[in-house]
């Protein structure tokens, strides 16, 4: 089974969610859309956490300079993204597909990344923040996800753990929490691995 990974805003811990996944999962990965020079990008820093072998990662189909919303990266260099060019890798082994921000950022004048989430057809993750105002934000994600009657496997929470959050967005937002990834310095691999799941694995590796 393949995921698609996306956030309730930009800079909740997608990236670590996704090498935590891929560790648990032994998983593929492909980050559609990079935007942003960074001393490294978020495949980087994947590949970095989990020391997987270069054939586990799918290359970007768009690769953006800026640090901005894909849309204004790529207008700002001269390209439009197009969501033909959007096609799935192919692999045996589940893959985690990483969103760019949150839910509804926009990829070019009409789509918005939860449109890449459709054309794709997989079931999501929603990662949140652990502190104030992710109920909020986790309970309008995961409304607009289903509005586009999208399957939500579940919420990675990353941050401090926050009892009464956790709580809340299970109970209003009918989901369930697939792991807890607390602050870790420094932030390795191992660190990762040892962070149990809040979940199991049918016989062919996917989350049930």
Known sequence: ???????????VGKTVAAAWLM?????????PVQAGR?????????????????????????????????????????????MSKFKLPTYQEPLI???????????????????????????VILVARTGLGTINHSLMSLEALRARDLTVTGVILNGDEQPHNRQAIETYGQ??????????????????MDIAPLFELDAEGSIK
């Open 1 to 11: 089974m393949h995921y698609f990974l996306t956030g309730t805003d930009t800079d």
């Open 23 to 31: 560790l648990k999962l032994d998983a593929a990965y492909w980050k």
């Open 38 to 82: 960074h001393e490294e990008s978020d495949e980087q820093v994947v590949r970095r956490l989990t020391g997987f072998p270069d054939e586990a990662f799918a290359p970007s189909s768009y690769v953006l300079p800026d640090p901005v919303s894909p849309h204004y990266a790529a207008e700002r260099c001269g390209t439009h993204i197009e």
């Open 97 to 123: 597909v990483e969103g760019a921000g949150g839910v509804l950022v926009p990829l070019n004048e009409q789509a918005l990344m939860v449109d890449l989430m459709v054309q794709l057809a997989l079931p």
């Open 175 to 192: 989901t369930r929490i697939l792991g807890q990834i607390p602050p870790l310095d420094p932030l390795t691999g191992a660190g990762l």
